[in-house]
């Protein structure tokens, strides 16, 4: 804030006056805390930097550049070298797709004497399918995706996949961030052209949908707030990087966020209709994707068994008359008369019972998705404590308006508010919201957010490293019609991203945690690019896109009482289909700091513990994987061990052999022939073995698990 | 984002042997493979806290601890203490009349009237503690054990009960009362993981009930099998290599520690590279000794007969307590016990006389077996025992001849580890319903614990998504009148 002071920044009035005026909703805050918090920057309106101070160097390729470097300078350091080509290959390659760099887009990147390689290098990466799958992934670390419940009752979450998928789609199609926000709070309140729009959108409110539920909680109006309160939760964090569900119990202590804001926020998730039933085990809420022709095939399906009831009810009456006909006493019958029945009456009953059997359950099958629809309207009374057994005043719904400079649209009454709390969530005059998507995808890129707190925006998270740099930023996503491919141009074209991470070491020692970005941070692999980079370079990758690899049906348990694990991670397909089983991830994923799936998290950690190394030096999965590996790098066998070992080292690292290399590697490849003779009589089978634990000794290191 | 290390001594002679040698990597590396200390480290540092170096290294506590240590024995499913700990006469009175006072609001299950315990109850040692006849062993070491008869919990369902027993929380992830300590205290054997859990139970929570959730994952809860493994195949993930010999591994070894040495020189010794090389290190040195303190063929017959590992019923427990023994003695900081089925175990909403006799009857030897072996070995003064359920279970009947889940009022036990031998605390209705005297909630007994060990559980702190959080969020009283 005070650099902004310093230099004298301008506050564009650049968004919606209109609607701070129109400002309709009383704020439940005093108006001097109001004012207070007007002070906190991400509050505040987009400042947009004054520029005409600077200077451009030969350096700068943007305007990017030129804020960051200004900083650099004034701290007496200057940018890094730029990368070597394969180096920037490599990188480029597992930010955008999270893959190592195809070999050929290598070879042809680097013989390239076009200015624009670059670009036309970004251009085919950003349009490749394995861009959805890399950023899509990031955006579901925030929606807290999981294919299962977790907490209590571990049900399979059986169509949680049509929202992943859902989100691969809308990355890969470049939806704008606005449309996108949209659609996920309130798609089902969106006109659609076609079914499939109609499906699209119902799905894209998974979002709501897909947080951790206590499903057996025996106090049911509990666990109907518990499901509101986790849905607040996330939009605050997800989308205002705002810890809102602390003023569930009390005033928010550090943050403009009173009781009554909360509940009236809590008022529109009450008014959605996320639960089918709240019985124990209580299920959620999905939407039929119907079709025309399935609607048509299940009305034909439900005729069809009236028919067949029909049918058995006219037997059945037939049999009853002719009993009662030749009855003598018929005061004296039993109620049912079904065991009086004639034998081959019985028989044909039985046979036309079992039909309809068999009918009942050949139905079509309805796809349905998780998500929200329309529920009971209703506003919620403060919860005294967050105790639904103390209750307060009531409060309108409506959206807090102390935290931006722009207030929502007044809550149409006979809505829930979804749709008035999306747009204004949505909208690119809602600077703190517009904040924390910008910072996130800084921090996707970089590792680190310019502001480090990418989740907490609020008095207790830390301020901005590189203040105007964000604001400029917010205003690039807007005028690029909040598009993350145009966004991701910008920042890789820089050339800040493009330094080397190679330091001189009194920098290292002067700036360890690279704070002002005078070098490319050298950054660990996250869980699912280990594992897709092991498969990819043995050549074993399954590069088919969506749907569900789940071994259970849809509502059922992952464990039930027996503990016995019936989740199955055994695939070779990119590690975002593999199912996220909460209370039981993926125990490789676990091991590399994949994050919890029941919180939105935009800033992974890397931790290195020895449990990591087990895993990659004795896990069937890395052995079978490097056993592929050999066999791909060996091939016929006919090529010599020389060529052999520069091709892997080209598919691992994506760079030439060093000096001394290959005799080393070929060295080691004799000792481990020689040793094996001892265990191993069959010179083939040596052969093999040598040249698998050659490979993974190669996967194991650390160049292949960390990007430069 | 600072990489964490699992382990590192002697840091600074050895940086100043890699900054002086850029040759010797292969060499260095070797000799600390070969350097398989066992020992516990014997420096604490300085403060409380993670240290960016080395999680895990041993730390001082808030103030002197009472106990080193914890093994916590879990019942899963919820034993009855009205048929295990806490007398109440009147059941017998009374039996099959209405109980004179309203039930919780909130059930699990609909109840009748009063049932009385099937078992005869008699006192026991000098301190008089009442146990009844399912547990003849353990009520021989009555005046070992500290009855806490008053403790009570929120939640009437299994999974919001283990929640909320293991990490404080029924709605919320949150870590493991095993990850904070680990995370407060570090741990006294650098080969060994802080936390262990054996054989634990994959349902009702899961892995969140030794999760490390947002603490750094190296606090996070190493599991020994599951619920479903017998305990004598119980390993740890990956602790072997069955495809490669243990000879050329170790030159494999040598060979990724030379690569990595050589890359980190091109990164100018950055220190994450450096932690992962050493992460390497230390996997080998808990691939070796792992196996050791899982090997339980050096213990002695009079020792295995000690835990019933020769008998049939209870070899199977006592093998978890004679491991939890074992990680004990090498300076595991918590470890946890499960006595859990591949059904609920101590669930007995029907058939209680059946369920809980078999059930009291794997566990009532191999619990009094490790009472016995800590004491003789000088542990127990330094090594706080605890058991106890996720709930204990109504005095009114469910069905015909069961109980229903009951988290008002049940009874856990602590011993050792400086509270007050032979003590009982609180207690509850006439009937055992509900904790009635000196009320201990669960965040209290989460404080306590923590206090034994020397943590103020208001000073252990972890700051996530910007607000400061603790095990026992804005709860927990330590309750003093049961330590020595």
Redo the contacts between chains.
Sequence with gaps: MTILERRRCVILAVFSIGLMLLAALSSPIGAADRDANNEHWAFRGVVAPDLQLLQTTAWDRSTLDLLLRETMVGRGFRPAAEAEPWQLVRRVSFDLTGLPADIDLLDEYESSPLPDRFEQLFDRLVASPGYGERWGRHWLDIARYADSNGLDENVAHGNAWRYRDYVVRSLNQDKPWDRFVLEQLAGDLLPAASDEERHELLTATGFLAIGPKVLAEVDETKMELDIVDEQVDTVGKALLGMTIGCARCHDHKFDPLGTADYYALAGIFKSTKTMENLKKVAKWHENPLMTPELAARKAEFETRLQQQRESIQKVVQAAEETIRAQAENKEQLPKNLEPMFPAPVAEELKKLREQLTTMEKEGPPIPSAMGVAEGTLVDLPIHVRGSHLTLGEIVRRGIPSALGPISAAPIDPASSGRMELARWLASDANALARRVVVNRLWRWHFGRGLVRTTDNFGLLGESPSHPELLEWLVLQFARDGSSWKRFHRRILTSATYQQSSLAAPDKVAKDPENELFSRFPLRRLEAESIRDALLFVSGSLDRRMGGSLLTVKNREYFFDHTSKDLTDYRSPRRSLYLPVVRNNVYDVFQLLDYPDAAVPNGDRATTTIAPQALWMMNSEFVAEVSAQCAATACGTGSADEKQTMTGLVRRLFQRPAADGELEALQRFLGELRNALAVSESDEANRVRLAWSTLCHTLMASNEFVYVP | ???????QRNETSRRQMLAGSALGFGVLALADLLRAGSEPDAAPGPENGASADNPLAARTPHFPARARRIIFLFMKGGPSHLDTFDYKPLLARDDGKPLPFAKPR???APTGNLLNTPWKFQRHGACGHWVSELFPHLGRHADDLCMLHSVHGTN?????AL?KLHTGS????RPSIGSWVSYGLGTENQNLPAFISICP????????NWGA??L???Y?G?PLG???VPSDKAR??????P???R???Q???E??SQ??RE??Q???A????D???R??E???R??REMPQVEDLSAESASTLRLYGIDQPATANFGRMCLLARRFAERGVRFIQVTH?D???QWDQHSDLKNGHEKNAAEVDLPIAGLLSDLKARGMLDDTLLWWGGEFGRTPTVEGSNGRDHNPEGFTMWLAGGGVKPGFRYGATDDYGFFARDDKVHIHDLHATLLHLLGLDHERLTYRY???DFRLTDVHGEVVHPIML
């Design positions: 984002m600072k990489s964490l290390a699992w382990n909130v059930q699990f009437p369902a299994h999974g919001g929640l029924d709605s919320f992830v139970t994959l349902a009702h929570g899961g892995i969140n959730a947002f750094p994952a190296a996070q190493t599951n619920a479903s740890v993930k990956y602790i072997e290599n495809w490669l010999p000879e050329i591994q030159r494999q070894l060979q990724l690569r990595n890359h980190l091109r990164f100018n950055d220190p994450t590279l932690a992962r090389i992460s390497f230390l996997a080998f808990m691939q859990s591949n059904k609920v998504a910007g607000r």
